[in-house]
């Protein structure tokens, strides 16, 4: 075994591995492009989610729109838990769960007159998964949003449809699944690009006839 070629070899494949490229596969959406004008606040020690039913066999990040965009008086903060859960309930437990997430907004005045007015921007909430995390095709789940500390969030409602689920908040003349509402919110995958796979089987390759 030559050892400076294969440590070389070793060092020009992990560059290749840095360079890979993955593709996202969006399996389930809801777009806010059919408002309601509509917005459920969610307050501290509140929660508020949002029931789906994916195609493919696993899930890698979700991404959550909407949360925290508002008229006020100044920037926004506030600690929030994300939980994956089989069907639309907590009862079955956790299948995934975040860290606690410090959402901050970015505030922009409109006026100053009478007084100041602003409006929070707040960056789509995209949660990964340490690790892609299995579910049934056709079994529905659901994602919950835990506001442990800080101040309230609009969550902007949308009448967009959704035939594999529905929003999931506390308002009392529905119950707390809403028939007709969703949050927007985009549930994807991440798979390696055709280019990406020839690059890890060229970075492979010379180290294992290296070593021979």
């Given amino acids: 075994m030559n050892t400076p070629k294969l440590i070389a070899s070793i060092c020009l494949a992990f560059l290749l591995l840095s360079q890979l490229h993955a593709a996202v596969i969006v399996d389930q959406q809801v777009d806010y492009s059919e408002s309601s004008g509509s917005s459920f606040i969610l307050r501290e020690n509140g929660t508020a989610g949002q029931s789906f ?57 409109i006026s100053s007159e009478p007084f100041n007015l602003g409006y929070n921007i707040v960056d789509p909430l995209t949660w990964y998964f340490d690790m892609p995390v299995s579910v049934a095709p056709g079994s529905k789940y659901s994602f919950h949003v835990d506001h442990i500390s800080g101040d309230d969030l609009d969550w902007l409602i949308s009448l967009a449809p959704n035939n594999g689920g529905k929003a999931i908040f506390p308002i009392p003349e529905f119950g707390f699944v809403n028939e007709t509402y969703n949050f927007s919110f985009t549930e994807e995958i991440s798979v390696p690009e055709p280019s990406s796979l020839m690059l890890i089987f060229g970075s492979i390759f010379p180290i294992l006839f290296l070593r021979k």
């Fill in 53 to 109: 039913t994916p195609q493919l066999s696993s899930i890698d990040f979700i991404t959550i729109n909407n949360l925290g965009n508002s008229l006020s008086l100044g920037a926004i903060e506030a600690t929030l838990r994300l939980g994956l859960y089989l069907g639309e309930d907590k009862s079955l437990g956790a299948l995934a769960s975040s860290p606690d997430i410090i959402l901050r907004s970015r505030y922009e005045e």
